[in-house]
């Protein structure tokens, strides 16, 4: 199975700063990479797919970057409603593994 | 309105047996690849299970010979049964539709394994 590893597990921001999660695949997933985001509560929400291509009525402050094992998600300017969990997730192969998470809160 | 809806879970002992649905309005279930995603209380997101459009299923090992995904085309609806149901299988299970990012998710439906 490939293992997902996010950093950092938490994160504290404040709005308006530039905020950057890594995740990191045990193997190379091409641009198989998924980013989501979770608020309590509530499903998860599709930010990014493909590594890098926004899904539609997602904010352009969220942006991804990255291919083969090392991806990040970078939000250029946090606003208060981003302030939730974000997962990474593998669609390379079966089992569709996720990360452990990266809980953002507010400073 | 395209969305999806689960339900089915509650109470369950040990041992026991659920069967989960999630329905699906504005969008066919079997022209799409399927999911079950769950996510125990206070942790992360697990995959379960996917059945693709061709009809092909895969799970991940935790539920491998315990659970199995299917769907009614009639009924437009994704099941999920589960048997020898365990204290670890404690989760809000999720139906995602999608290949290779899942763009719609229901609200989920909490299963609880316990005595």
Redesign the interface.
Known sequence: ?IQMTQSPSSLSASVGDRVTITCRASQTISS?L?W?Q?KPG?????LI??ASSL?SGVPSRFSGSGSGTDFTLTISSLQPEDFATY?C?Q?YS????????TNLEIK | EVQLVESGGGLIQPGGSLRLSCAASGFTVSSNYMNWVRQAPGKGLEWVSVIYSGGSTYYADSVKGRFTISRDNSKNTLYLQMNSLRAEDTAVYYCGRGDWHFDLWGRGTLVTVSS
């Open positions: 199975d198989y998924n989501y979770q509530k499903a998860p929400k599709l797919y493909a899904q997962y997730q669609s079966t089992p569709y593994t996720f990360g452990q998470g």
